[in-house]
């Protein structure tokens, strides 16, 4: 009887981390930085034939010792080859192309959009966005931290005109810029992974206004909302951007005399903005056009507030408590809707607390996506993450602002959604 070779010891796998040997390999149009080494030697270059190319790219993958045949690949039937690419990282899309011109075909078939679209989100990620130095308009540069990943990839956004441009947000895979031309005031949204983008028209007051990006799957389209703001002694409109029918239109002036911050916050199909008179929160409806008045009264000591929207209905102010340094804490605060009150619903820990702001004035920001917060301050190296329905607290490495021209948000890649 043959000799049972021993068996070679079991890799540790997770469906929330990537095998080291993706990590280390560079995607066309895509630059990974990770410090990590390379788990595998690449490959000097792709072979010709489709079925050779397929081979080499499935030899750097977690199971790179079992041997692969590349007659088996090529001929795999186009429904399995749809379903196996719309389960990879969107950030090895772009490398998936240029593997061969079948695959380069099957990534813009219909039927691989729908399965892509249909595959849930393979974790938060975190966009941040630097704004082009030394004074001249270049592309914003920006790069993605995927959170379960552990991995950061540059995204090239030379695609983009040379404006200058500041990210107003983010929502089902596209990303919205807002900034001038040299002339005017423009608005681009674009979809950074197939690198479509579009400038919207022009406002009917355009002039730099405070926008919000919001996404509709069902719909495939997307909706800017510009909220009302003060141009000087003129109060501008509310105007909402509905892709359909490629125009703004324009709504209700918001019947607010103070605002208590730029910050707002969309969720459930309304948009929330904090005010001091009247006292308490703006609610907009984008459906029906139009202002109402929340009379939720703000925490007492509430030093800085920020609205973030959680998942479907629910919106969270987080803020800083106290006059004193020693006495400071941050607390998280959930709107009761029917009651109009805010309600309590967690606290950051003290020892966190001291690590994220080591100055009693220093300057924070948060955002929220699905019950996520994230807070960054700009003497960090790292950001904070909450998650809401965990009730957890856990430190991410390289998110934050350390530049007052940098900005943070977080992103969701898509390779489906279309601008169109």
């Known amino acids: 009887m043959d000799a049972v070779p021993p068996a070679r010891a079991a890799r540790p796998t997770s469906p929330s981390r ?65 379903e196996v690419l719309a389960r990879v990282s969107p950030f090895l899309l772009f490398r998936l192309r240029t593997v061969c011109r079948r695959w380069e075909s099957v990534l813009h078939d219909p039927a691989f959009l729908a399965a892509h679209a249909a595959v849930p989100s393979h974790g938060p990620c975190l966009l941040t966005v630097s704004r082009g130095g030394n004074g001249t308009h270049s ?19 030379a695609f983009l005109p040379a404006w200058d441009l500041w990210l107003v947000g983010s929502s089902g895979g596209l990303v919205c810029f807002s900034g001038f031309d040299g002339a005017a005031f423009r608005t681009i949204v674009c979809n950074p992974l197939t690198q479509a983008w579009r400038v919207l028209p022009d406002m009917h007051c355009n002039q730099q206004r405070q926008l919000v990006l919001t996404v509709d799957k069902n719909r495939r389209s997307f909706k800017v909302i510009a909220a009302s ?22 709504h209700q002036m918001m019947p607010a005399a103070n605002l208590c911050s730029s910050k707002m916050a969309f969720c459930d199909s309304t948009l929330y903005l904090e005010t001091l008179s009247p006292l308490g929160l703006m609610m907009y409806r984008v459906d029906a056009g139009r202002w109402e008045h929340i009379p939720a009264k703000f925490p007492r000591s509430l030093l800085d507030g920020y609205l973030v929207a959680g998942a479907r209905t629910r919106l969270f102010l987080v803020g800083r408590i106290g006059l004193y340094s020693t006495l400071q804490s941050m607390r998280i605060w959930e709107l009761d809707h029917g009651r109009s009150v805010w309600v309590e619903i967690s606290r950051m820990p003290p020892r966190y607390f001291r690590a994220l702001l080591r100055l009693s004035a220093e300057r924070f920001e948060c955002f929220g996506q699905d019950n996520l917060i994230c807070f960054t301050s700009w003497n960090q190296g790292k950001g904070l993450l909450y998650d809401v329905d965990k009730k957890t607290w856990s430190w991410i490495a390289g998110c934050a602002s350390q530049l007052c021209n940098s900005q943070v948000c977080f992103y969701e890649p898509r390779f489906d959604t279309s601008i169109y």
Not at 31 to 54: I, M, R, V, Y
């Open 18 to 82: 990537a095998p080291k040997a993706i990590r280390s390999t560079k995607p066309r149009g895509l630059d990974e930085d990770t410090a990590a080494p390379p788990a595998f030697p690449k490959a000097k270059s792709l072979p010709s034939s489709a079925a050779g190319a397929e081979a080499s790219l499935l030899h750097h993958n977690h199971h790179a010792d079992v041997p692969m045949d590349a007659r088996v690949w090529a001929g795999l039937p186009d429904d399995l080859l749809v």
């Open 139 to 157: 592309p914003p540069q920006c790069s993605v931290l995927s959170v379960p990943l552990h991995a950061r990839y540059k995204l090239p956004f």
């Open 229 to 250: 703001d003060v141009y000087g002694d003129k109060t501008l409109p509310t105007e909402v951007y509905n892709s359909k029918e490629n125009k703004w239109s324009v």
